[in-house]
């Protein structure tokens, strides 16, 4: 039998194994490739991070809960492109101005939030209320919100935000961009909220077992629901920070970042059977795959290697849930 302490050292290293792998990639490339080991590298780490990592979010919520959501990539291009038409001056742009001119950032977020709880709400009815396949329902929700970023702006580019927005992107506090820090404080929001609050051990309880959470009192149809709703206001979010950082929207804006976000969350400890998770986990996951572009970049190999090495560590990333699953059996 293993002592208390001893149980608790083990059980610490398995919930924070992403952390100490983060921290050995990142001492290996510090020893092995010069100029890696300087501030600005790891805030231009951290501000790659921003818009897989605010996806990750969302989607972490909903895998915790046992669902699964394809649309977020999507969404973020969608609510993207919303506000650029809206309020870039230039391309498919209308321009709109307000008065005070600062009532653009809040105005553009409450509109990007707004388009991912709307496709979030779709989602969640098709799910919840006519039980169909999550898998099934948000692949068609990836497939037609593309087709109406391509509607919506006839496949050209809304250009040049007003200058009250791109102050997020611009600005730096600690050498990192202030949007980074957006994307920060949502993960510190919401990891507090799946651990510290009801709303959270229900959602755990849900993804580890929906039958006993029902029985338990949980309302589970409500809360699975709500989840959705959040996870497509996570990536509206996500979208608002992505219009910022290019001042605009394309119609291809953001292709790929489903794959990151899924490699990020799988990475970060979130295990697909459900039940099981924590973002910052998924954050340091995050980082992770950013460091490793960073390092191929530095090295200059061709980028090609970064899609090898992030599908390989996925795998690895699924062995080493089973892992972690089998030693904990052994510990109860």
């Known amino acids: 039998m293993l002592s208390s302490n001893r149980r608790a050292v083990i059980e610490f290293v398995l919930d924070h194994l992403v952390w100490f792998i983060l921290i050995a990639v990142l001492a290996l490339f510090s020893l092995a490739i010069p ?37 977020i990539e999507s969404v973020m291009a969608l609510a993207a492109m919303v506000v650029g038409i809206l309020f870039a001056k230039s391309g498919v742009g209308f321009g709109f101005s307000f008065t005070p001119a600062w009532l653009v950032v809040p105005i553009s977020l409450v509109i990007a939030l707004g388009v991912g709880a709307l496709v979030g709400a779709s989602n969640a009815f098709f799910v919840v209320r ?18 109406l970023v391509v509607a919506l702006s006839g496949g050209r580019s809304a250009q040049e935000l007003p200058a009250e927005l791109r ?11 202030l949007m980074g820090w957006v994307a920060i404080v949502a993960t510190l929001v919401f990891a507090f909220i799946l651990n510290r609050t009801p709303f959270g051990r229900h959602l755990l309880m ?23 709703v959040l996870a497509g206001s996570i990536a509206g979010l996500a979208g608002w920070l992505l ?34 998770g924590s973002l910052p986990g998924v954050y340091a996951g995050v980082l992770l795959l950013a460091s490793i572009q960073t390092a191929i970049n530095l090295m200059g190999m061709p980028a090609h290697f970064t899609q090898l090495i992030q599908g390989g560590m996925v795998l690895v990333a699924v062995l080493l849930d089973t892992f972690k699953l089998n030693i904990r059996k052994r510990l109860a």
Do not use: C
């Open 130 to 147: 006519l039980k169909m396949n999550s898998f099934i329902v948000t692949l068609a929700a990836f497939i037609w919100g593309r087709g």
């Open 167 to 177: 102050f997020l992107a611009i600005e730096r506090f600690l050498q990192i961009p």
């Open 206 to 228: 849900i993804g580890g077992n929906p039958t006993a959470a029902y029985r338990a009192g949980i309302k589970v149809d409500k809360l699975t629901a709500i989840t959705f």
């Open 35 to 71: 100029n890696y080991f300087q501030i600005g590298i790891f805030a231009n780490i951290v501000e790659q991070s921003t818009f897989v990592g605010t996806l990750a979010i969302g989607l972490s919520l909903l895998i915790i809960a046992g669902y699964m959501d394809l649309s």
């Open 243 to 276: 219009a910022i950082r290019t001042s605009g929207a394309t119609a291809n804006l953001g292709v790929g970042m489903l794959f990151q976000t899924f490699a990020a969350v799988v990475i970060g400890g979130v295990s697909l059977k459900g039940g099981v």
